[in-house]
């Protein structure tokens, strides 16, 4: 597609219009770019659980916050495979696995993680990872293992970015989503509203992920689901038509890309819900929790989905599958995918 640079104006006019002409304008572009009755399914696996060393002042895992979560180290390969097999058979096409890491560390744990990639890889899913930052080498060993996406969010405009996280940068965000990019391993970045941003920051953030080229695959906006014990306890909820018009504007300004209507859908009625998918909404998340937080039973989305006529989007239907490379030895994986060869008593260094 044709590289347009989107600047705040355009965005805001579009994010200002009526709001029935808002909708109807993003209608067309989701129908001329997607089929509008299928709708893509994720299931959330929260693999590690709490602990962060992170303060992003939205999250219940930053350990520093005295939220009611159950902690959790990184799960067996097994235990896993068990979960992404059990969201299969409700019909998801896609597990997102997620742990509440500032960053990747090479080692044990993201040896597990390269296994757990390999094996729901195999199983026909579509898998997805939310690990916190990635460096270009890591990113490499997840493509291998067969990673179909990354999800990093941006989460709010670069200015209101630094209100909400002081311990990273924007720019290491964009940073690990260019590490990503130098891989065939789609893109997953969006963010949250209603933390307390002005409409300006909404339109900043979406002006970012337009911008991007290529535009991410997939885009989540997430309203925030204010936790107890966490600085953004108190936030009001946004209400349906905030979230309708933050959908709809994404969907124009990303008009190829899965626009995924995740976190906050339990305070959206099953209509609420519709409106979101009539604005261009395609994509979900499955299962009684996200992460930490409650998320609707799948029995009712299926309820809705029935009722609606949508029917679900198959494994790899967008993106062919990559090869999984065998895993033969990590510590040389973990150099890069041309490690110099010297003799076994020397150390293999990076080419
Ligand atoms: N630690 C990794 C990271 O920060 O990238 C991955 C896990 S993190 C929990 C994934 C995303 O969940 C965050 O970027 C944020 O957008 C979203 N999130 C976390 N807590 C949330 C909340 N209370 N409400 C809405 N979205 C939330
Ligand atoms: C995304 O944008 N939202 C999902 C997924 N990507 C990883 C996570 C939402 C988490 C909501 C808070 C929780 O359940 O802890
Ligand atoms: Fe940690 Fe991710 Fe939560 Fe931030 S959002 S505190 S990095 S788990």
Known sequence: MERKMWTDTEISEIYNL?????????????????????????????????????????????????????KNDLMSVSQVKAQALRAKSTGSSRVCLGAAWRNVKDGKDFDDVIEMVREITKLDMEVCCTLGMLTETQ???????????????????????QE???????????????NVRKTSITVCSGGIIGMGEEEKDRIGMLKVLANMYPQPESVPINSLVPVEGTPMENQKTVSVFEMVRM????????????????????QLSPEGQTLCFYAGANSIFA????????????????????????????PFEKHPKREVVEASDSKIEALGENPRWTRPSKKTEEA
């Open 18 to 70: 009526p709001f029935l002409e808002l909708i109807h304008k993003a209608s067309l572009v989701h129908r001329e770019h997607h089929d509008p009755n299928k709708v893509q399914v994720s299931s959330l696996i929260s693999i590690k659980t709490g602990g962060c060393p992170e303060d992003c002042g939205y999250c219940p895992q930053a350990a520093r916050y005295h939220t009611d979560i159950e």
């Open 139 to 161: 990113a490499k060993r997840l493509e291998e293992a067969g990673l179909y996406a990354y999800n990093h969010n941006i989460d709010s405009s670069e200015e209101y970015y």
């Open 164 to 178: 909400v996280i002081s311990t990273r940068a924007f720019d290491d965000r964009i940073k690990t989503i260019d």
């Open 247 to 266: 959908i709809a504007t994404t969907r124009i300004v990303l008009p190829e890309t899965q626009v995924r209507l995740s976190a906050g859908r339990t």
């Open 287 to 314: 299962g009684d929790k996200l992460l930490t937080t409650p998320n609707p039973d799948v029995n009712e989305d299926m309820r809705l989905f029935g009722e609606l006529g949508i029917t679900t989007q198959k």
